[in-house]
């Protein structure tokens, strides 16, 4: 992921996780950009261009910013842009928050870590579970005995979850929780169950509070492709209406000639 280095982020020259597409040639990329008739004010704050304040498109979205709103910059290795770039300031904290998620969390989660798992429902008490994020999907975690294959219905999905809680703050906690051990208990509570795990250290405690949080954080943002793609909309409903304005005046010009030739009001 990026480092920040003197009050600026660099990319790192090589990641093994990330397979960068060949550089794509200016003239190509700029074919996905908003063309500047489309926009006549900043997509972010909505000032008004004119001769001072001037247009800059975002690299990532393609969308129309002022320079306030546009004044980052970052590589998109999966736009083919190797070195920085200038972007948006929402594609910026996007892609930072993705490369901190995909390069620092995703690989503990994916790599998986078994815990003691507290149960809130039966009699059975506390067992050792290996806990992972699903390889394949990347939107689930499971849990399953050490050394033993998966059950399909022992999973979470991670847009199921909506709190992160430290500590024995569950049922399950009240129920089979022990004094002392805090510091190494954590919720992942979702919708339909909750996952309450207790590790075997605070570090590694407090390393899967924050992948998980890094996860609920991203999940919330809007992409660029969706940024991009409601703006799109947009403007094609905005031009749909104003052609359907415009043959709607030719009508009434042709009725308002017609009258004053035969003198009709």
Known sequence: YQRRVHGRFQSPVHCPMATSPPVTPTSQRKLDWVADEDSNACYSCQSQFSLLNRRHHCRSCGLIFCGKCSNKSCSLPLQGFQDPVRVCNSCHL????????????????????EFTKHNSQGFSSPSTRFVALDSIKKDQLYWCPPGKSRDEKSKILLNDIHDVREGQKTDAFKRSGKPGIDHLCFSLVAKQRNLDLEAPNREIRDAWVAGVRAVRHFQTLRSPAATRSAEDQRLATVKHQEEKDKKQQERIDRLSSIRAKYGKE
């Open 94 to 113: 996007y892609e930072m928050l993705r490369l901190d998620y995909e390069y620092r969390h995703m690989p503990l989660l994916l790599k998986g870590q």
